[in-house]
């Protein structure tokens, strides 16, 4: 058989054809390994650009949230010098020109809480319906939880909460045993032997509490008491009660009935009836309560009797000194917020070179 070789020239013809085509699929590895590379790099690229605009997105938000804090605690370093009371009407309280969306950086911070009217007027109807005061809250306005009794305690929980009575004096006693030294229970309180047949369990406190959230620690608390009761309560203060700013069930909490509680929100809010402005009244001095109020309503020996009591109790007040701030960031057009909420105490002392103390400090972002 004469099988035809192929010749030199062919041989060196094929191996050329044969070294392009790898040299090509080697060059479209290449691309693909490239291309790969690319889109890799670019990706962690965009991923750290997006966590930079994050960091930058809240640290922009929070010294916005800080201006309305400082703008509030501003406020609040005002008054006082000339008036001896705290009101609702002062600029530290409601203040839309000075604490409602304040353009800062390209965003705006916002000072204020919400209410429902039943809080500052004596409404029969409507007690729900909600309202914003732009300004701090007076600390001074609420329930402190480290010092007040429980038949306040009580009260407040079964007013606010909407719980029957039972079980509102049972969280209320557990309040008193989680905060005082010994290690004696309340017939429906509960001490370390309860809290340490928990599950995960803890010692029972035997110290004031530091901050509202610690009730969730406490026997019988849940949510929804929680939520209900969180807007009249306050573990600062001195634990005497502005009666100039008091919420109204905290009045309730004193011991003060229906008839006694319409008549100061009533005397509080002047002749237009409307709170915070210009025509309120107010009490000068904790002794002066009773005559104040007897000058415009007809007092009864009981509603006379029940005010008396508190006065010489200690629970009342007609100044404050301790004040929370509640401001809120947003940028323009965009969605996220930061909300910082802050515990101030005036300084009353003129002797000392300081404003006053930042006694709380809390921070949240909404991104
Ligand atoms: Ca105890
Ligand atoms: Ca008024």
Known sequence: MNIMKPSKRKKSLMCKGSNRASILILVLWSLGL????????????????????RVETRSKLYRIAEAGVKQAAAQIGNFGEESPVAL?????????????????LDGSFTVGYSYKAGDLYFKDSEADKP????GAADVMSRLNINSAS??????LIEYTSGIDSYRAEGIASCIIDWRDADNASLPNGAEDKYYRSLRFS????????????????????DKNVYDRIKPYITVHGSGRVNINTALAPVFYALGLNDSVVKKILLYRSGEDQVIANSD?????????????????YSMSPSEIAQLSNIVADGKTAVFSHTFLISSVAVLDKRTEKCKIECVIEKNLNADVNKAGWILDWKTEFFI
Request: proline share 2%; with cysteine.
């Open 280 to 296: 309120d009244c107010s009490f000068s001095n904790e002794n002066s309560i009773v005559a104040q109020l007897s000058q415009v």
């Open 88 to 104: 609702l009407k002062d600029t530290w309280s409601n203040n839309v020109g000075a604490l409602s969306q304040i353009p800062v």
């Open 34 to 53: 490239l291309t790969i590379f690319a889109l890799y790099l670019g990706l962690g690229v965009r991923q750290r650009l997006d966590f930079l605009l």
């Open 202 to 221: 803890y010692d029972c406190k035997d110290f004031p509490l530091e901050n509202l959230e610690e009730l969730y620690y406490i026997k019988g608390m």
């Open 131 to 134: 309202g914003i005061i732009y």
């Open 150 to 155: 429980l038949d306040e305690l009580s009260r």
